[in-house]
């Protein structure tokens, strides 16, 4: 999650890895120790991608698609590939350039 004060996103937050790590355990099982945590690597990954697009953008909405939609599924985590949608890209580079 991003962090907000005021109304306005900050640049830092927090991800809660036993979540991520419960959700990935309801698909792969808790067998193969190695796997489990190659794919726990991978879905993190994807979670702090989606939170620094929040904080780069200063954007609280989410898109319709991709990295940056409202929530990830363990199934999409577990692809590891997941498309960074134009908008998204846009309002990174708006952002950057901003003075936030």
Same mark, same amino acid.
């Given at each position: 999650m991003t962090y907000s004060s005021d109304g306005e996103l900050l640049h830092f937050g927090e991800v809660e890895c036993d979540h991520v790590r419960h959700s990935l355990e309801r698909v792969l099982g /808790? !067998?193969?120790?190695? /796997? %489990? @945590?190659? #794919?726990l690597g991978t879905a993190l990954g994807m979670v702090m991608a989606h939170e620094i697009y929040h904080m780069m953008a200063n954007a609280k909405g989410h898109t319709g698609a991709g990295i940056t939609k409202h929530s990830l599924s363990a199934e999409e985590m577990l692809a590891g590939e997941l498309a960074i949608p134009d908008a #998204? %890209? /846009?309002?990174? @580079?708006? !952002?950057a350039g901003s003075s936030h």
């Open positions: /808790k !067998g193969y120790p190695e /796997k %489990r @945590q190659t #794919a #998204a %890209r /846009k309002a990174v @580079q708006h !952002g």
